[in-house]
């Protein structure tokens, strides 16, 4: 029998490679994501309070958070069934 991802089937300790492995694309999709929604919130600040072009923009910017937590869960489950499916 195979063992569970993340866990050394030697030991049963945890995998730290593997982890990390799996941490780095999970990671730079946030980061790539939240800095999208950053950018376009700085611009707001920068354009100013009042103005239809601010509320557009914070509208523009909590758009680019959903479609980026929508992506990073999709990713999450898409490779959870990889991981699932080769052990």
Known sequence: MSSPPFIRQDSGELDFGQIRAELFPLAGLIV?????????????LLVGGNSLLAG?????????????????????VARGIQLADTE
Do not use: D, E, P
């Not at 790539?32 to 707001?44: C, N, R």
């Not at 557009?56 to 999450?76: C, H, K, N």
């Open 32 to 44: 790539l994501f939240g800095a999208a929604a950053l950018l376009v919130f700085l611009i707001v």
């Open 56 to 76: 557009f923009l914070t509208v523009v910017s909590q758009f680019i958070l959903a479609v980026g937590t929508g992506l990073v869960l999709m990713y999450v």
